[in-house]
């Protein structure tokens, strides 16, 4: 099994809602993504986990809270968002630093978040 | 801070060879990756390129120089799904993996 799996593909969402987007993997991949990415934009890193421990986080606001209950699951929790989080939110896993494989970033197809 | 430049756009005919380039300014380079996103699409990883030299995968080669803190992405006998974007991506000292601006390339009959 070599693909990451992202739900919803889809999801609308007015600014008082709470929602989760889900991604998952069976590669036994140790690290886990989420970017953000505007259109015609690159990928924008938010959260990385290494070994199910969150290792990065780059200054995402705090209406964004990731969870990673196990080495093959990633969550994204919404709450309160703005229109301007508005985006394709992609999830993706890698072997972890320090190897060329961490270089190599297997994406989920992404799941396109638009707020109202 | 760090970056990653690349041309906006390209554009080739089907056949054709078209060389896509890459200059970044980054805290620390632990290997340059590109990868190719069709419009809609997720990412996909074409090359990796840790030391200096020409690496080759197929129709697709990429190239690093670390003294030039340079590279490029070379596609050769264009095909009309080869249009797409791609970006290329930099692993700097934090363990992140940073993208470029991205290069849309436009491939015509």
């Known amino acids: 099994d070599t693909e990451v799996t992202q739900t919803p593909k889809h999801l609308v969402m007015g600014m008082t809602n709470k929602k989760s987007l889900k991604c998952e993997q069976h590669m036994g991949h140790r690290a886990m993504y989420w970017y953000k990415q505007k259109a015609k934009k690159p990928p924008e890193l938010m959260f990385v986990y290494s070994y199910e421990k969150l290792s990065i986080n780059e200054s995402v606001p705090s209406r964004f809270s990731p969870e990673c209950p196990n080495s093959s699951l990633l969550n994204l929790h919404l709450h309160a968002l703005q229109p301007e989080d508005s985006a394709l939110y992609l999830c993706?896993?890698?072997?972890?630093?320090?190897?060329?494989?961490?270089?190599?970033?297997?994406f989920g197809a992404g799941s396109r978040l638009t707020v109202l | 801070g760090q970056s990653l430049e690349q041309p906006s756009e390209v554009t080739a005919v089907e056949g054709a060879i078209v060389q896509i380039n890459c200059t970044y300014q980054?805290?620390?380079?632990?290997?340059l990756s590109w990868y190719q996103q069709h419009d809609g699409g997720a990412p996909t990883f074409l090359s990796y390129?840790?030391?200096?030299g020409l690496e080759e995968t197929g129709r697709f080669s990429s190239f690093l120089s670390r003294s030039d803190s340079y590279g490029y992405l070379l596609l050769q006998e264009l095909q009309m799904k080869d249009s797409a974007s791609y970006f290329c991506a930099v692993r700097d000292n934090t363990d992140k993996l940073i993208f470029g601006t991205g290069t849309r390339l436009q491939v015509f009959p």
């Open positions: 390129n840790a030391l200096d």
């Open positions: 980054t805290s620390g380079f632990y290997g």
């Open positions: 993706a896993s890698s072997h972890t630093g320090g190897s060329s494989g961490a270089n190599v970033l297997t």
